[in-house]
């Protein structure tokens, strides 16, 4: 995969941080979009495919981006198709900071130090150029107000922009609730989208991980106290990741 165009992570960073304060909307739903965000990229670069509500690696050979093969091999070892849930529910440590020290090294963005209450140093981020932002920002807008179908790549990107609720940043207010409602229907004009959208909604609200069991038939017999007349399904835990972000005001 070549640099010649940005990848779906890299855009969403983009769009979630903050051009005045250096830091970044929605940070624990953002780590979850990004790695949905992984699975999307993925997806459009042909090694990956959904399968129902899972994904399965179809073509294990590198793209070329450190980033998104990491994700790939990781992928490939689990052997067999994951829930798209588990996968972005996992533990990613340090996801946001290793797309912000890659954004970084490929010029899109300085790093400013600087300290919290004159004592806990601290690291914002702060675009090198506004223009790249505005253009990301100008394709959601014109889907949005043009009602056209937009491109595989910027459905994924709205749907992930909603899902880790950065409607809120981008249309704020009243006036922008419109926006915002249209925002969230651009998320049909993807299906992988859609389901990595779907499930990082799913993680944030603790949707059970695995399928529910259908109820026991009724035998006549209670439930002793404090048994179980059946097995709740477990939901995904949702505690906000620890990494490299310690220290790191990007939030």
Known sequence: MGRSRRTIPEELLLLALDPTTGTTAQ??????????AQLVELALAGRIAPDGDRIAVVAPRPTGDPTLDCALELLRRRGAPVRAVHWIGGPRLGL???YLSHLERCGMVHAVAGQMCGVLPTTRYQATDNAI????????DSAIRTGVPPDPRTAALA???HAVGLGKHLYPGN??????????????????????AHAVMDVQNGVAAQ??????????RQ???GGRAEEPARGVPVQPRRGSMARVVAH
Not at 133 to 140: M, N, T, V
Not at 175 to 196: N, W
Not at 215 to 220: C, M
């Open 27 to 36: 940070p624990q739903s953002l780590d979850l979009g990004l790695a949905g």
């Open 175 to 196: 006036e922008g609730r419109s926006s915002r409602s249209r925002l969230r229907d651009l998320i049909r004009h993807d299906p992988m989208g859609g389901l990595v």
């Open 96 to 98: 946001r900071q290793t």
């Open 159 to 161: 749907a992930l922009a």
């Open 223 to 225: 439930a002793a106290p």
């Open 133 to 140: 932002s505005r253009e990301i920002r100008a394709r959601l």
């Open 211 to 220: 399928p529910r069991r259908s109820p026991a038939p009724a035998t006549g």
